[in-house]
């Protein structure tokens, strides 16, 4: 069963910046407990709808394979951001593994609308089927490995969310120091938050993107670089005007292999 991760059961590290509330196997919601809101594919180089635009991203606005963790419904709440990344069965997305707990999903489980705004989803919704997480993070809580690949079940008419959206490519090359744009879901808006500025390498494992307003909710977004490739993901933060990511390397491109059943990533 995915769920979102309580806010208090010791796992979520302090500074995360989520809206974190359990969710039931039958689907509702307990209580709600929020934590602090302080504040593209190879792994290796990583009805009608509206047209979506890849490139949208890198060109500093919201591209359609963005969008909004919810707890179900649309009509929830949405508490994550996560991405369509790239994958061979086109049906992936990647956000921040606090986000959510590893293992097959239910009946009640979470959603992802992508393009998410006003209180529509112009893609549709979602339904995630399977969650993976590192092992250091989901039995750990290493910050250092606070990441989550989730595969989607196909929609209603059998088509798989890349095929609707189109989907970032993921780079695990331990990039970083460069212009990215990071799109993200503040929980208490039904709007995305866009903005542009450079990521800064804080250490071997921890890079930092420093723009104002990217309070809980915004976990999960991806920053994209200026090439279109996913070189980060959005995992803290010290305050909202100050937001960390782990550097994807090696783990993360073990990672997506687990989650693509092993297969090598490629462009499509």
């Given at each position: 069963m995915t769920k979102v991760v309580p806010a208090d059961d010791g796992k979520a590290p302090a500074q995360v910046k989520s809206t974190a509330r359990a969710v039931s196997p039958t689907g509702?919601?307990?209580?709600?407990?929020?934590?602090?809101?302080?504040?593209?594919?190879?792994?290796s180089s990583a009805g009608q709808t509206p047209r979506p635009s890849a490139s949208a991203s890198a060109q500093g606005g919201p591209a359609a394979f963005a969008g909004?963790?919810?707890?179900?419904?649309?009509?929830?709440?949405?508490?994550?951001?996560?991405?369509?990344v790239h994958s061979p069965g086109w049906n992936l997305i990647v956000t921040a593994g606090h986000c959510l707990?590893?293992?097959?999903?239910?009946?009640?489980?979470?959603?992802?609308?992508?393009?998410?705004?006003?209180?529509?989803?112009?893609?549709?919704?979602?339904?995630?089927?399977?969650?993976?997480?590192?092992?250091?993070w989901s039995d750990g809580t290493n910050d250092d490995y606070d990441l989550a690949f989730a595969?989607?079940?196909?929609?209603?008419?059998?088509?798989?969310?890349?095929?609707?959206?189109?989907?970032?490519?993921l780079d695990t090359t331990g990039r970083?120091?460069?212009?990215?744009?990071?799109?993200?879901?503040?929980?208490?808006?039904?709007?995305?938050?866009?903005?542009?500025?450079?990521?800064v390498r804080l250490s071997a494992t921890e890079q930092r993107f420093d723009c104002a307003d990217f309070p809980g909710g915004t976990s999960g977004s991806s920053w994209i670089a200026?090439?279109?490739?996913?070189?980060?993901?959005?995992?803290?933060?010290?305050?909202?005007d100050v937001s960390t990511s782990t550097i994807l390397s090696g783990y993360a491109a073990e990672l997506y292999a687990k989650a693509t059943g092993g297969a090598p990533g490629s462009g499509r």
């Open positions: 509702a919601p307990s209580p709600s407990s929020s934590p602090s809101q302080s504040p593209e594919a190879s792994p909004a963790l919810f707890e179900g419904a649309v009509t929830g709440e949405h508490f994550c951001t996560a991405t369509v707990l590893a293992g097959r999903a239910g009946e009640g489980g979470a959603s992802f609308a992508p393009a998410y705004a006003d209180g529509r989803a112009p893609y549709g919704t979602w339904k995630i089927a399977e969650v993976f997480e590192d092992p250091r595969r989607l079940a196909p929609d209603a008419s059998g088509r798989n969310i890349e095929d609707v959206t189109g989907a970032a490519v970083t120091d460069e212009q990215v744009t990071v799109t993200g879901y503040p929980s208490d808006r039904k709007v995305a938050r866009t903005c542009r500025s450079r990521a200026s090439d279109g490739k996913i070189i980060g993901v959005l995992t803290g933060g010290d305050t909202d």
